[in-house]
């Protein structure tokens, strides 16, 4: 294994302020949102996911998701996705503007039952008009299949699970799966085996990998995706969100230390660390636990 | 790649009793070490580096080193190194009984002058005479190459200068090369072309990595090590050890989380994880500083 397989440029897609904020337990100001946000795209990330139209119910944290997504300013060249549950938080974020949306479902019967109260089958017929009208409106559709390389209710999930749910995913006419490793559990040769099994069914840079670092493994699967050829990450500035099913642990790979690695590494991203540094200060006094990005750590502690 | 060219066994090397209390800033009792590594024997390792012989006035957290030596169990199977930077530390170090030892150069000139104000030269002169008389006793050596892949004052360290100190110590007659990250700034790519150029001087069965995890990539670079043949690593319980050169940054990878990795692989180590995770707990009050293992802080939340 040399470096010069490895993929020369990668696109990382900025989750912190739709799945780091979601799971921290605070209701942050619609105001500073929206100045991370802005500090998110003075970084120059191509893919910003900037909040969920979900139920304001079930995600309190969230209930301004379209004044949010409307103060957003639109940089040339980066694309604002927005979480769409079901048909009623579609018909929401159209009437808000949105261009680009994710739906998500999970590898696991155990974890969308205990999640969402459905059957896998089910979640994706919930989200088939969401398809549909996606389709009509020529919005594009980021797919994300939850707890692929393990679940906190049923623990094993089989790859074999993970293709079927993906290919239904491509067969509705999603154009980017998300591929989750949502508790954290993943480490590099569940990476080395699904990778190519997903391979076989989507072009690879349509598949995209999503790690949390709640054992410290999230760098070392993102090193072996890397290696398969995948070119599309999922992070969150500072490790924005925690574990829901381990309070207190780590949940998303930190952006910061991602482009660390992926720039130590020649791998091209067009983000500035830096400004990624500096959008997770400004966020970190709005948080009642500390963020969890080692590269943060190491610059706050030296400068 | 795929996993099954990976190594189907792996020595961790526990460091936690050396390298991790070294570096945390209160003196910790007698006692509680000599119970910390009571319980890390129980754990399985084949090597702990349970103290080192320095100048009790250089490094006052290890005075008590030959005490802490004599009182601990000797483990059929395990081998307990201790670091020897001198004649006077070998003299003390034999006369408490030692049977292997670890000495310390670096790879760069930058680290050896402001770290023992020697150049790499004079530090490998002035652990020549050790070498003779551990040679003497048949004692064994493992000579540490600090700043393999980074220095704090002269930043970039050049791979040859690795190779060239690599190739003085075992001129010298180590037995063992361990080759540090000290400050945590390594990326995958730096392992991928260290390590077969050390490869060509050294058998692999011959070479440890050592990594600290202050800006998240250790796990990371384990991978590309172990793609590169390595089968030893070093790592300490909890993470313990901090990082000398940014003060409340991680510091040596923790022993959790190399395991938790390398067992998800299916990589056999000989080690209890559980075991691991109580001289973890047992350690952890003694200290000021939270330790910094991810998956510690997962297991913690969960139980």
Redesign the interface.
Known sequence: ???NV?PRKVRVVEVGPRDGLQNESEIIATAAKIQFIELLNQAGFATIEVTSFVSPRAIPQLADAAQVYSAVTRRPGTTYPVLVPNRQGMERALAAGVRAIAVFTAASEAFTQANIHMTIAESIAAFTPVMEMARAEGVSVRGYISTAFGCPYQGVVAPESVVDVAQQLLDLGVDELSIGDTI???????V??LVPRLASIADLDRLALHFH????????N???GL??GITIFDSAAGGAGG?P??????GNL?TE?LL??LH???IATGIDLDAVVAASRYLAPHLSRPLT???L??V???H
Chains 1, 2 share one sequence.
């Open positions: 294994m040399s470096s490895l954290g559990v993943a480490t590099p040769n569940q080395m085996d670092d709640t054992r410290g493994t999230a760098l070392a993102v090193l072996a290696e398969q574990c099913y381990a309070p207190g642990a780590a930190a230390d660390y690695m130590g590494m020649g990005s080692k590269y750590r190491a706050s502690a030296t």
